[in-house]
């Protein structure tokens, strides 16, 4: 077999073993509240066709125009009918279109460096696990890899196509969330340092290949390489700039959301500036990553991902270790600066919630890409060659072992550090009770449901069937319903005696947060003698 | 006494099992004839780990009142001991997140670190095999008694054979909403501490004891401290 067909099948390999970390079972967690925001806001532009920007949360809107395949291939018509599959599987295919995305830059980074970057954006486990929520993150980092690779593949080749294909990249970083500024200044600063750094350290590419040009006034003398052209560059801002219009404005209905997505900075400004709930200290992603126990039980690491992007570092700044592969110095010196500026940046906002490290670990990625091959490369005798190999294969497949206790064991473990501010199981359990309770009421999923909590998400996600449901911070003056559903906090505000005519379980939804659910008694009554019915079934054994 | 043994004390648990265990001990009595005399349960019970109980807790739920109090005496046939001590446990989850499933019954029901085997999220049960068929009195589990929680759908089961298909009795069923698909449970839930809970074996003959458990009000793992089958050989 060819070499270059034993990378090809090397890379497909990864690619369906990044696809099996993120596919399988995605129902799995308990909906995030953040999820079940965004899946309400999702249903709101599904049955009213209309979508009006919220400056103040939510993000961008094209996570949810980018729900709509699958929720047409699912079939579903309402969001009572939709599940928790439909709307992560988008999400884990932008997780695993990120590795895909890596091929185009095959030409500066050379096979074994994509192959390396591929395998650990495979099983990093923060990657395959934001892939599994129904978030912007890992749309955000796919988009910001495009523009990265359009915008490489546009100065390798002089096709405006390039051009125009970043140009759509930056605009649905912008209409997929705010916080794209950081990646496209991070972007903007690493080109202008590379640039300097470029000139100043008077490197050559390789031979029989055209040295950088810089910036030409026009295309009249044909497409060239290593040039950027002007026209290209203005065609490709007023495509960003249609884009993000077209998203934020909900297709020309509103022409008030696309000035609100500039506007909004000011909100996203001083969110970032500090004083919330989500403050962390500058160490907090990289402590993350680095090393995390929070309490007896499993450990969690990503340190090699951190490691090998020092060693990339390394290969950036010396050039050696790329020296059998095809390569681009400027290129490899963007990914390194790019990616230690977002790192830089994303720890100094103090605002901080894990998912957002997504968007500087794909960078550190594949800076560690590069690291690995660097490592490798600068072994001399070729038994040490081997065993660095079996080294780094080994971390890899810790890597892949602690995604898949993650995602498929650990998905709500708070020692999980990627389990931020998560419901627990139990919300799934009072669902599935709430369902039984309207089996025999005679309203059915008519039956009222009253629920008093000033936090209530993810509820709203998993009482969707229910046609009558009512969210108070306060108890309300009319406060009779079949079920009430009360934060354990505000039960004791409830009147007294409330509780007489209800028979009252309780369900965590976060730790140390309980839901009381009152059900009226005559109701619970007839459920018992349903349930009394029913023969014992199956034990479902943990699988 | 330092006060968190005074703390604990006052917070300890009210009835333990379905029916008040002082009415249910005259029932067992009636209906074993092979009980022979009562005599108090010796329980060698573990220093008490936690002060108070959580926040929150409306009247009227679906769960134990906490007692004033230490628990009254258990009373029990003569001769029924702790016959779970080193007896096999086995397990719905075959790769425990901490500790080892022996821990089940190894005789050390503190609260202290290593002394719990958690098991994954969901629900999950442990098995004890007693070797022989048992008249058992009274089974004692201490889920995790390091901090204050409740668990969910604790179910305890008795029978037979190993797959518990034969002669299956149910002794304690707090699922209120038959999530786990076990029947629907009539007792209450309850607060662990350093008592753990009593569950009236009735004097009931079985070689097998299996727990549920599906989550806390803590998390959504299950632990086990130590599980005592007070029994003694089935005539």
């Known amino acids: 077999m060819k070499p270059e067909h034993l990378y090809r099948l090397i890379f497909a390999l990864i690619v369906a073993g990044g696809l099996a970390l993120r596919l399988p079972r995605l129902e799995l967690r308990p909906m995030h509240g953040d999820e079940a925001v965004h899946a309400v806001k999702f249903e709101t532009l599904w049955q009213t066709g209309d979508y009006v920007y919220d400056p103040h949360e939510y993000h961008g809107p094209v996570l949810y125009y980018a729900t709509f395949p699958f929720v047409w291939l699912s079939g579903a018509q309402s969001l009572a009918e939709l599940d928790e599959q439909t709307l992560r599987v988008g999400p884990a295919l932008f997780g695993a279109g990120i590795i895909a995305l890596l091929l185009l830059l095959l030409d500066g980074l050379g096979w074994r460096v994509v192959l390396a970057t591929a395998a650990l954006t495979a099983v990093s486990p923060i990657m395959t696990f934001y892939s599994r929520y129904y978030i912007q993150e890992m749309l955000l980092a796919f988009f910001a890899l495009l523009v990265i690779c359009a915008g490489w593949r546009y100065w390798q080749t002089g096709n405006p196509g390039w051009a125009l294909l970043g140009g759509v990249g930056v605009g649905l970083m912008h209409a997929t969330k705010e916080t794209s500024i950081i990646s496209l200044g991070c972007m903007a600063a690493a080109l202008g340092v590379v640039a300097v750094w470029q000139r100043r350290s008077g490197t050559k590419e390789r031979a029989g290949e055209e040295p950088e040009k810089g910036i030409e006034g026009s295309r009249d003398r044909g497409i060239k390489k290593n040039v950027v052209v002007w026209g290209d560059l203005v065609v490709a801002a007023g495509v960003a700039i249609l884009v993000s219009v077209l998203f934020y404005s909900a297709f020309f209905r509103h022409w008030r959301g696309p000035l609100d997505s500039v506007l909004t900075y000011a909100t996203y400004f001083e969110r970032a500036g500090g004083h919330g709930l989500h403050d962390h200290p500058w160490y907090y992603y990289l402590q993350m990553l680095g090393f995390t126990h929070l309490a007896r039980g499993p450990w969690w690491s990503e340190g090699l991902i951190l490691g090998l992007a020092l060693a990339g570092i390394g290969v950036a700044v010396t050039g050696a270790g790329l020296s059998d592969q095809p390569r681009r110095l400027g290129l490899v010196r963007f990914i390194a600066v790019y990616a230690v500026l977002m790192t830089v940046v994303y720890s100094v906002i103090p605002y901080k919630t894990p998912w957002c490290a997504v968007q500087f670990v794909q960078p550190l990625i594949m800076l560690a890409g590069l690291g690995a091959v660097g490592i490798i490369s600068w072994v001399k005798p070729w038994p040490a060659k081997a065993v660095a190999a079996v080294i780094l294969l080994a971390g890899a497949a810790h890597l892949g072992w602690q995604a898949q206790r993650a995602n498929f064991r650990f998905f709500v473990d708070y020692r999980n550090p990627y389990v931020y501010a998560h419901p627990l199981g139990d919300v799934k359990y009072l669902s599935a009770y709430l369902e039984k309770l309207a089996d025999v009421h005679p309203d059915g999923y008519r039956m009222l449901v009253k629920v008093i909590a000033e936090d209530a998400w993810p509820l709203p996600w998993y009482l969707r069937g229910f046609e009558r449901v009512g969210y108070w911070e306060a108890p309300p003056a009319e406060l009779d319903a079949p079920v009430v559903i009360v934060a354990g906090d505000l039960a004791a505000s409830l009147p007294a005696g409330f509780e007489n005519d209800y028979e009252i379980s309780f369900y965590g939804l976060r730790p140390d947060i309980q839901l009381v659910t009152y059900v009226e008694r005559e109701l619970w009554q007839e459920f018992a003698r349903r349930q009394e019915h029913l023969a014992p079934g199956p034990v479902r054994e943990r699988e | ?235």
């Open chain 2, 1 to 235: 006494m330092s006060a968190t043994l005074i703390v604990a004390a006052v917070l300890s648990l009210a009835d333990d099992g379905a029916p008040g265990a002082a009415g249910a001990q005259g029932e067992v009595a009636k209906e074993s004839k092979a009980a022979g005399d009562l005599v108090p349960l010796n329980i060698k019970l573990p220093k008490p780990a936690f002060r108070g109980t959580p926040k929150h807790v409306p009247p009227g739920t679906n769960l134990e009142e906490p007692r004033k109090g230490p628990r009254p005496p258990f009373m029990a046939a003569k001769g029924a001991v702790n016959v779970a001590a080193g007896k096999p446990v086995t397990s719905s989850d075959s790769e425990p997140i901490i500790g080892s499933i022996k821990l089940v019954t190894d005789g050390d029901n503190s609260a202290d670190e290593g002394s719990y085997v958690e098991l994954g999220p969901g629900l999950q049960w442990v098995q004890i095999d007693l070797k022989e068929k048992a008249e058992i009195w009274a089974i004692l589990v201490w889920h995790y008694h390091a901090n204050a929680r409740v668990y969910h759908d604790v179910v305890v089961q008795i029978a037979d054979d190993p797959d518990f298909i034969t002669n299956v009795r149910t002794l304690f069923n707090n699922d209120h909403d038959n999530s786990s698909g076990l029947g629907l449970g009539r007792d209450k839930e309850y607060w662990e501490t350093y008592e753990g809970k009593l569950i009236e074996g009735k004097a009931a003959v079985a070689r097998y004891v299996r727990l549920y458990s599906k989550g806390s009000t803590a998390d959504d793992q299950n632990h086990y401290i130590e599980v005592e089958v007070y029994a003694r050989p089935a005539k």
